[in-house]
């Protein structure tokens, strides 16, 4: 599995019963908040490659980034996941790790089901400074199936899972504990945007027009809901990770939100 190229340590920390991978980046400016980075459905540490670094040396705040359970180096999954496992993630799993590491007020980094676990966990928390969402899904978009269905079949008949590989201790199991879940019927009917209303810390939301998972409906919901301010980046070529797509975009953006909410909290 490749590691991290960040200069930071890596620890192992129980969370809910299951050993999870973390890596810490030590800030360079004291009193800045933690960011806290929530990988996608097949993300995981190494998933990031070295975006969190470069994001931690452009603002000077501490950075952690960890692979949640059955993903990356973390214990491997060991039952089917529910319709509610991003709930579960961001009402328990989260908060446990977040009080684990004596991180208070923390600025959270998600992408895809990440940035849909720290939607939820800011509903619920009024001690987060700012939520950076990348290509969050509030609901179920026929895309997003579509898209999904399509990502088994290259599973099956394509490297994809060699590629998994190189960023999970078991790609298979990874992978379909994730894929089973989104493709349940069970799964079309979830939605967070009753959340929405709840979350009153500021918003980065950024989303690529490319997307091949969702649309720009999900962030005008998050827009138009949340009840506290909303800035929308759209990314012209880009797909479904603009860390990746448009990674100097996406970095300039992150540290004008993050260098906002240090001088003006609450924006």
């Known amino acids: 599995m490749s590691k991290s190229t960040s200069g930071g340590h890596n620890l192992t920390v129980k969370v809910q019963g299951h050993n999870l991978e973390v890596l810490r980046i030590s800030g360079r400016v004291t009193g800045t908040p933690e960011l806290v980075f929530l990988h996608e459905g097949l993300g995981s540490v190494s998933h990031w490659k070295d975006f969190p670094e470069r994001?931690?040396?452009?603002?000077?705040?501490?950075?952690?980034?960890?692979?949640?359970?059955?993903?990356?180096?973390?214990?491997?999954?060991?039952k089917e996941r529910s319709v509610r496992y991003m709930h579960d993630e961001a009402l328990h799993a989260l908060p446990d790790l977040l009080a684990q590491l004596e991180?208070?007020?923390?600025?959270?980094?998600?992408?895809?089901?990440?940035?849909?676990?720290?939607?939820?966990?800011?509903?619920?928390?009024?001690?987060?400074?700012?939520?950076?969402?990348?290509?969050?899904?509030?609901?179920?978009?026929?895309?997003?199936?579509?898209?999904?269905?399509?990502?088994?079949?290259?599973?099956e008949t394509t490297n994809l899972g060699e590629k998994l590989a190189r960023h999970h201790r078991d790609a298979a199991r990874t992978f379909w504990?994730?894929?089973?879940i989104w493709l349940h019927p069970d799964f079309r009917a979830w939605n967070i945007e009753e959340y929405l209303p709840r979350?009153?810390?500021?918003?980065?939301?950024?989303q690529g027009l490319d997307d091949q998972y969702g649309t720009m409906a999900q962030v005008e919901a998050i827009?138009?809901?949340s009840g506290g301010p909303v800035e929308v980046v759209q990314l012209?070529?880009?797909?479904?990770?603009?860390?990746?797509?448009?990674?100097?975009?996406?970095?300039?953006?992150?540290?004008?939100?993050?260098?906002r909410v240090i001088v003006s909290p609450g924006l």
């Open 177 to 180: 504990g994730w894929n089973r």
């Open 55 to 78: 994001v931690a040396m452009a603002t000077g705040c501490g950075v952690t980034v960890y692979s949640r359970y059955g993903s990356g180096s973390s214990d491997l999954l060991m």
């Open 223 to 225: 827009e138009r809901q």
């Open 103 to 155: 991180i208070e007020k923390p600025i959270l980094v998600g992408h895809s089901d990440g940035a849909s676990i720290a939607l939820i966990y800011a509903s619920a928390h009024d001690r987060v400074r700012g939520l950076v969402v990348l290509a969050p899904h509030v609901f179920v978009e026929d895309l997003s199936v579509a898209s999904i269905a399509e990502t088994k079949v290259k599973f």
């Open 236 to 259: 012209a070529e880009c797909k479904h990770s603009p860390q990746r797509d448009q990674a100097e975009a996406t970095l300039e953006a992150i540290v004008r939100f993050v260098n």
């Open 199 to 206: 979350i009153t810390c500021p918003i980065l939301a950024i």
